[in-house]
């Protein structure tokens, strides 16, 4: 497995961005398949965003698609994410994970290993 640990996580009132880091360490990281969830107090873990070994495809959930960029920086073994235009729906822990499986998938079992998360509050 792979060692993640996310950063970057804050707090910002609606409307502003934050980037979000997710750095990699233990295996190769150009060969996994990268994403990133969400969890919000009382709710399921959910899907927000993946990308591809490459970078070359991603994949974005409804409610952030336009808003938040994924992307990676293999040398740096490194995933980010863009988050513009913050709504208090927003706030949730954020979590990276990495595949190795399946490709652009949005189900959380098919991560193999997780960050701790990172704490996103965006108030109103």
């Known amino acids: 497995q792979v060692q993640l640990v996310e950063s970057g996580g804050g707090l910002v009132q609606a409307g502003g961005s934050l980037r979000l880091s997710c750095a990699a360490s233990g295996r190769t990281f150009r060969n996994y398949r990268m994403g990133w969830f969400r969890q919000a107090p009382g709710k399921e873990r959910e899907f927000v965003a993946t990308?591809?070994?490459?970078?070359?495809?991603?994949y974005y959930a409804g409610s952030v698609k336009g808003r938040f960029t994924i992307s990676r920086d293999n040398a740096k073994s490194t995933v980010y994410l863009r988050m513009n235009s913050l709504k208090p729906e927003d706030t949730a822990v954020y979590f990276c994970?990495?595949?190795?499986?399946?490709?652009?998938?949005?189900?959380?079992?098919?991560?193999?290993?997780w960050g701790q998360g990172t704490q996103v509050t965006v108030s109103s």
């Open positions: 990308i591809s070994w490459s970078g070359g495809n991603t």
């Open positions: 994970a990495a595949s190795t499986i399946v490709p652009l998938t949005t189900t959380p079992t098919d991560y193999d290993s």
